[in-house]
């Protein structure tokens, strides 16, 4: 079977202006020693043209701590591959608006996940106002932005009051996902889990009358009544399971390629492009197997029994992997 590539999510460097209680990847506000060039990520971009890729969204660490930041934009939106930055805004600058315009970007995603106080508190004191200045400054550019926000127990609960707050910003869009116990969450024992029922509640509740487009990602679902419409598209199109190597794939900041960029274990890298190139390790025919080679034999708990499991095949593998090292099946599913 061929499987055509679409999507990436490619972590540019592991350098931040933090050190977020619950960062994915573990940044400790250091880059790698060993990340790639300006060069790598220029031939990197033009792998990935040439492997079909069509939309790339470019994350950190923060990707504004790379001096060369717009020139690995340029190299994939003069390709033609759709590109979008999601940064946490703390060091967006009036400099960065004409470069962003000059590159081409797609649009620019900012992180904020909840009202001052419980963002400042997982993050930094300051970050909220700087991430909300961040917003503001793009909209008025015209450089459509969207807000991320990540879900614990904590924050969770407080989704009406943050819907206030977002509602007032001028963006295109709202994405809600599931924080997942990896990397500094991990180690900080963040309390990760929430309703995911009550969730999706709430974007239904929003979703038609909101001032922009609301979504779930795809760690947060599965399969209730309105599952067509909580992703964002509005189409009637469902979850259809994980993507990770089948559609998509992530890069890290040192070449190391998985499915997904959340699926930061080890474990799961299936090559780096200072040993083979991207193709080799898009075509392998043994590659990114927990996907590409699934059945629904494989599925344990609840979803084993589940009608709707052969369409979400379990749902998100990186969330699964790091709640309970269980990859086919899903620990809060709404359903």
Known sequence: MRFNLRHCVWEITLGCCFSCKY??????????ENELTTGECIDVAGQLKNLG????SLIGGEVFMRSDWSAIVEALTSRGIKTCIITNG???KDEHIERLKEVNIESVAVSLDGPREVHDKYRQAGSYDRAVRAINMLSAAGIPVSVISTLNSENAAQLEDFYRIVSEFDIFAWQIQACSPMGNAAKAGIDYAFDFGEVIRF???????APFAMGIAHNIGYYTDAEPYLRGNFNGAPFRGCTAGLDGIGIDSIGNVRGCESMYDDGFIE????????????NNPDGFAYNRKFTPDLLTG??????????CAAGCRSYNHFVHGKLYESPFCAR
């Open 23 to 32: 960062c994915g990847s573990s940044a400790d506000g250091k880059k790698r």
């Open 53 to 56: 890729c069509r939309r790339v």
């Open 90 to 92: 703390f060091l967006f």
């Open 203 to 209: 974007v239904e509740r929003h979703m038609y009358s």
């Open 271 to 282: 090559g780096n492009l200072r040993e083979k190139s991207l193709a080799e390790i898009w």
């Open 302 to 311: 609840k979803c084993k029994a589940c009608d709707k499991a052969r369409y």
